[in-house]
Protein backbone atom coordinates (compact mmCIF):
# COMPACT_ATOMS: atom_id res chain seq x y z
CA UNK A 1 0.00 0.00 0.00
CA UNK A 2 3.16 2.26 0.10
CA UNK A 3 3.26 5.20 -2.09
CA UNK A 4 -0.47 4.61 -3.33
CA UNK A 5 -3.76 6.54 -2.92
CA UNK A 6 -5.74 6.21 0.47
CA UNK A 7 -8.86 6.93 0.70
CA UNK A 8 -9.85 8.75 3.93
CA UNK A 9 -13.57 9.60 5.60
CA UNK A 10 -13.65 12.70 7.15
CA UNK A 11 -15.67 13.71 9.89
CA UNK A 12 -17.98 15.80 7.85
CA UNK A 13 -18.66 12.39 5.80
CA UNK A 14 -16.61 14.24 2.49
CA UNK A 15 -14.62 11.91 0.75
CA UNK A 16 -11.10 13.23 0.82
CA UNK A 17 -7.42 11.70 -1.03
CA UNK A 18 -4.39 11.51 0.19
CA UNK A 19 -0.83 9.86 -1.14
CA UNK A 20 0.82 8.68 1.39
CA UNK A 21 4.28 10.27 1.49
CA UNK A 22 5.76 7.63 3.49
CA UNK A 23 8.98 7.49 1.20
CA UNK A 24 9.29 11.60 1.28
CA UNK A 25 8.69 12.04 4.91
CA UNK A 26 11.90 11.66 7.39
CA UNK A 27 11.95 9.64 10.33
CA UNK A 28 12.42 10.92 14.02
CA UNK A 29 16.62 10.16 13.35
CA UNK A 30 16.46 11.99 9.71
CA UNK A 31 15.10 14.87 11.55
CA UNK A 32 17.38 14.77 14.10
CA UNK A 33 21.09 14.55 11.79
CA UNK A 34 19.13 17.30 9.77
CA UNK A 35 18.86 19.52 12.85
CA UNK A 36 22.09 18.30 13.97
CA UNK A 37 24.07 19.27 10.40
CA UNK A 38 22.04 22.52 10.00
CA UNK A 39 22.80 23.66 13.51
CA UNK A 40 26.72 22.75 12.71
CA UNK A 41 26.88 24.68 9.77
CA UNK A 42 24.93 28.08 11.07
CA UNK A 43 27.13 28.07 14.05
CA UNK A 44 30.28 28.61 11.85
CA UNK A 45 28.15 30.87 8.81
CA UNK A 46 28.59 34.32 8.55
CA UNK A 47 25.33 35.21 7.28
CA UNK A 48 21.86 33.17 5.99
CA UNK A 49 20.00 34.11 3.04
CA UNK A 50 16.23 32.63 3.89
CA UNK A 51 14.36 32.73 0.10
CA UNK A 52 10.92 31.73 -0.83
CA UNK A 53 11.54 29.00 -3.21
CA UNK A 54 8.08 28.09 -4.85
CA UNK A 55 7.38 27.31 -8.34
CA UNK A 56 10.75 26.30 -9.27
CA UNK A 57 11.89 23.13 -10.44
CA UNK A 58 13.89 20.13 -9.11
CA UNK A 59 16.42 20.99 -12.36
CA UNK A 60 16.43 24.76 -11.13
CA UNK A 61 17.00 23.75 -7.64
CA UNK A 62 19.98 21.97 -8.75
CA UNK A 63 21.24 24.51 -10.79
CA UNK A 64 21.12 27.25 -7.44
CA UNK A 65 23.04 24.61 -5.25
CA UNK A 66 25.88 23.78 -7.99
CA UNK A 67 26.29 28.13 -8.32
CA UNK A 68 25.94 27.92 -4.65
CA UNK A 69 28.59 25.09 -3.63
CA UNK A 70 31.30 27.21 -6.59
CA UNK A 71 31.13 30.22 -3.95
CA UNK A 72 30.72 28.50 -0.28
CA UNK A 73 27.45 29.01 0.54
CA UNK A 74 25.44 25.34 2.02
CA UNK A 75 22.04 25.59 0.62
CA UNK A 76 19.45 23.37 2.17
CA UNK A 77 15.60 23.21 2.38
CA UNK A 78 14.43 22.32 5.81
CA UNK A 79 10.67 22.50 7.57
CA UNK A 80 10.41 25.59 9.25
CA UNK A 81 10.14 24.21 12.54
CA UNK A 82 13.02 22.01 12.50
CA UNK A 83 15.09 24.94 11.01
CA UNK A 84 14.15 26.91 14.31
CA UNK A 85 15.43 23.95 16.33
CA UNK A 86 18.63 24.13 14.38
CA UNK A 87 18.69 27.85 14.88
CA UNK A 88 18.19 27.66 18.58
CA UNK A 89 21.43 28.57 20.53
CA UNK A 90 23.29 30.47 17.07
CA UNK A 91 23.67 33.91 16.16
CA UNK A 92 20.60 33.15 13.81
CA UNK A 93 18.43 32.15 16.47
CA UNK A 94 16.57 35.26 16.35
CA UNK A 95 14.99 34.44 12.33
CA UNK A 96 13.10 31.47 13.92
CA UNK A 97 9.40 33.31 14.41
CA UNK A 98 10.10 35.00 10.99
CA UNK A 99 10.34 31.67 9.04
CA UNK A 100 7.29 31.49 6.92
CA UNK A 101 6.50 29.52 4.02
CA UNK A 102 8.70 26.97 1.99
CA UNK A 103 11.71 28.39 2.25
CA UNK A 104 15.36 27.39 1.35
CA UNK A 105 18.66 28.47 3.43
CA UNK A 106 21.66 29.74 2.24
CA UNK A 107 24.53 30.28 4.62
CA UNK A 108 28.06 32.21 4.16
CA UNK A 109 31.06 30.18 5.37
CA UNK A 110 33.70 32.34 4.88
CA UNK A 111 32.77 35.74 3.07
CA UNK A 112 29.28 37.19 4.86
CA UNK A 113 27.94 38.67 1.45
CA UNK A 114 28.19 35.22 -0.84
CA UNK A 115 24.96 33.63 0.30
CA UNK A 116 22.98 36.58 -0.99
CA UNK A 117 25.50 37.33 -3.92
CA UNK A 118 24.30 33.95 -5.25
CA UNK A 119 20.37 34.42 -4.09
CA UNK A 120 20.37 37.58 -5.72
CA UNK A 121 22.33 36.54 -9.24
CA UNK A 122 19.81 33.55 -9.64
CA UNK A 123 16.96 35.37 -8.67
CA UNK A 124 17.66 37.67 -11.74
CA UNK A 125 16.67 34.92 -14.03
CA UNK A 126 14.32 33.14 -11.47
CA UNK A 127 11.62 35.76 -10.53
CA UNK A 128 10.01 32.53 -8.68
CA UNK A 129 13.07 32.73 -5.56
CA UNK A 130 12.30 35.66 -3.79
CA UNK A 131 14.44 36.36 -0.58
CA UNK A 132 12.56 36.89 2.44
CA UNK A 133 15.10 37.68 5.15
CA UNK A 134 19.18 38.27 5.52
CA UNK A 135 20.94 37.89 8.61
CA UNK A 136 23.88 39.15 9.75
CA UNK A 137 26.06 40.08 12.27
CA UNK A 138 22.94 39.16 15.18
CA UNK A 139 20.70 41.48 12.94
CA UNK A 140 17.75 40.34 10.82
CA UNK A 141 17.37 42.16 8.25
CA UNK A 142 13.87 42.28 5.07
CA UNK A 143 14.78 40.41 2.21
CA UNK A 144 14.65 44.29 0.76
CA UNK A 145 18.09 44.54 1.87
CA UNK A 146 19.19 41.91 -0.26
CA UNK A 147 21.31 44.10 -2.53
CA UNK A 148 22.91 45.88 0.48
CA UNK A 149 24.49 42.52 1.95
CA UNK A 150 25.27 41.00 -1.17
CA UNK A 151 27.65 44.47 -2.28
CA UNK A 152 29.68 43.68 0.98
CA UNK A 153 33.04 43.63 -0.42
CA UNK A 154 34.43 39.67 -0.94
CA UNK A 155 37.34 38.57 1.79
CA UNK A 156 40.30 39.67 -1.11
CA UNK A 157 38.65 42.65 -1.71
CA UNK A 158 38.33 43.47 1.97
CA UNK A 159 42.23 42.59 2.21
CA UNK A 160 43.12 44.75 -0.47
CA UNK A 161 41.12 47.62 0.72
CA UNK A 162 42.96 47.16 4.14
CA UNK A 163 45.70 46.94 2.47
CA UNK A 164 45.54 50.15 0.75
CA UNK A 165 44.53 51.75 4.71
CA UNK A 166 47.52 50.62 5.95
CA UNK A 167 50.06 51.35 3.16
CA UNK A 168 49.27 55.41 2.75
CA UNK A 169 50.61 55.90 6.35
CA UNK A 170 53.59 54.45 5.42
CA UNK A 171 53.96 55.70 1.91
CA UNK A 172 53.50 59.20 3.25
CA UNK A 173 56.18 58.91 6.05
CA UNK A 174 57.99 57.56 3.18
CA UNK A 175 57.98 60.99 1.54
CA UNK A 176 58.12 62.76 4.28
CA UNK A 177 61.82 61.17 5.37
CA UNK A 178 62.60 61.84 1.24
CA UNK A 179 61.54 65.02 0.88
CA UNK A 180 64.40 66.93 2.73
CA UNK A 181 67.25 65.30 0.84
CA UNK A 182 64.90 65.59 -2.42
CA UNK A 183 64.62 69.69 -1.43
CA UNK A 184 68.43 69.88 -1.22
CA UNK A 185 69.27 68.11 -4.44
CA UNK A 186 67.37 70.35 -6.59
CA UNK A 187 68.72 73.49 -4.70
CA UNK A 188 72.36 72.77 -5.35
CA UNK A 189 71.17 71.87 -8.85
CA UNK A 190 69.55 75.15 -9.17
CA UNK A 191 72.72 77.18 -7.77
CA UNK A 192 75.17 74.86 -10.03
CA UNK A 193 72.77 75.90 -13.55
CA UNK A 194 72.69 79.34 -11.84
CA UNK A 195 76.72 79.36 -11.63
CA UNK A 196 76.89 78.08 -15.23
CA UNK A 197 74.37 80.86 -16.82
CA UNK A 198 76.61 83.60 -15.16
CA UNK A 199 80.11 81.60 -16.04
CA UNK A 200 79.29 81.37 -19.77
Known amino acids: MEGRRQVVL??????????????????????????????????????VVAAEYRGLTVAQMT???????????YVRVVKNTLARRAMAGTAFEAIGPRLKGPLVLAFSQDDPGAAARVVKDFAKGNDRLVATLVALGGQVLSGKDLDRVANLPTRE???????????????????????????LVRTI????AQKQAAGA
Open 10 to 47: SAGGRRLIHARRKAMALNLEDKKAMVAEVSAVAAKAQS
Open 157 to 183: QALSMLLGVLKAPVEKLVRTLVEPQAK
Open 63 to 73: ELRARARTQGV
Open 189 to 192: AAVR
